[in-house]
T-cell receptor, first 113, second 117 residues
């Protein structure tokens, strides 16, 4: 069935360093790949997304890359700050978001001052 | 962005009782809404896809007779947890996409924390 694998499960970095989280999806029909940040007890918050017709997208300190051949996409956070500490989830969906989101297991990012 | 609300935000119920959770799209119409469940320190797991005017589609392993979904209008979907047990205690979140927006983003409700005692 559809599956999204996410690594690492935990990531600890020093403030100012970069953080990279990787995901692999199984459904080759997936065409929408969002990344969410979730703080404890809150709803997931979309931080960046990418469609299958694009290989890379950047928004200030955050970037996402997509390799459709390898069915692999990654989140890159540069110049990390303590407020970036949270749980990050990748997800994949068919039909441009009209279809269900399949989530990765999550990465707990800790940014130490 | 588009707004999705949920009610209640927190609920405590006794084992064996039923609880209804509402998910509303406040400024758009949603023919499809999604219900997720999230246990502590785990990911969001899709429970079912709620379709306006028709039966919900449940994911494998989710009991449709226990988790009743009704999508009676384009702005409201409800999830009823019947005969709740302590193992049903979880964070329930709904989402929907605004078809009038160009983005593919799904908008999430704030979640409902269910505790079954």
């Amino acid at each position: 069935g559809e599956n999204v694998e996410q690594h690492p499960s935990t990531l600890s970095v020093q403030e100012g360093d970069s953080a990279v989280i990787k995901c692999t999806y199984s459904d080759s029909a997936s065409n929408y790949f969002p990344w969410y940040k979730q703080e404890l007890g809150k709803r997931p918050q979309l931080i960046i997304d990418i469609r299958s017709n694009v290989g890379e997208k950047k928004d200030q300190r955050i970037a996402v890359t997509l390799n459709k051949t390898a069915k692999h996409f990654s989140l890159h956070i540069t110049e990390t700050q303590p407020e970036d500490s949270a749980v990050y989830f990748c997800a994949a969906s068919r039909s441009g978001g009209y279809n269900k989101l399949i989530f990765g297991a999550g990465t707990r990012l800790a940014v130490h001052p | 962005g588009a707004v999705v609300s949920q009610h209640p935000s927190r609920v405590i119920c006794k084992s064996g009782t039923s609880v209804k959770i509402e998910c509303r799209s406040l400024d758009f119409q949603a023919t499809t809404m999604f219900w997720y469940r999230q246990f502590p320190k785990q990911s969001l797991m899709l429970m079912a896809t709620s379709n306006e005017g028709s039966k919900a589609t449940y994911e494998q392993g989710v009991e449709k007779d226990k988790f009743l979904i009704n999508h009676a209008s384009l702005t409201l979907s409800t999830l009823t947890v019947t005969s709740a047990h302590p193992e049903d205690s979880s964070f329930y979140i709904c989402s929907a996409r605004d078809p009038n927006r160009g983005s593919y983003e799904q908008y999430f409700g704030p979640g409902t924390r269910l505790t079954v005692t």
